[in-house]
């Protein structure tokens, strides 16, 4: 069974960046599509970004302009580089894949059969 395990979350200032990054060992997301999404505390939880691996990427509309979703396919590691942070990113980052093809950059959560744990990011103003 697939697991997903999210890496670098933190504490940093607005304005800072930090970078995501999520291995699955026994899924590689050279094949899969992945995804990062976020919840904070009383919210629903809420897509990222999605990509299917190349230029093919898509983002929230919250966080356009500011995230960059990549994937190495050596690896078959999963990364999501977030600048210029506001203390509204706070929250919970959890990657996820589809497992399965064909696949997509579908920001519908119910898309994604693995999920990770999640990692915490809090921004102070």
């Known amino acids: 069974r697939a697991r997903l395990i999210e890496s670098g979350g933190g504490s940093v200032q607005a304005g800072g960046s930090l970078r995501l990054s999520c291995d699955a060992p026994g899924l590689s997301f050279a094949t899969f599509c992945g995804a990062w999404f976020r919840q904070a505390p009383g919210k629903a939880r809420e897509a990222v970004a999605g990509?299917?691996?190349?230029?093919?990427?898509r983002y929230g509309d919250s966080v356009k302009g500011r995230a960059t979703i990549s994937r190495d396919n050596a690896k078959g590691s999963l990364y999501l580089q977030l600048d210029d942070l506001k203390p509204e990113d706070n929250g919970m980052y959890y990657c996820?894949?589809?497992?399965?093809?064909?696949?997509?950059?579908?920001?519908?959560?119910?898309?994604?059969?693995?999920w990770g744990q999640g990692t915490q990011v809090t921004v102070s103003s």
């Open positions: 996820a894949a589809m497992g399965y093809r064909p696949c997509s950059t579908s920001l519908d959560d119910s898309s994604y059969l693995y």
């Open positions: 990509t299917a691996g190349g230029k093919m990427a």
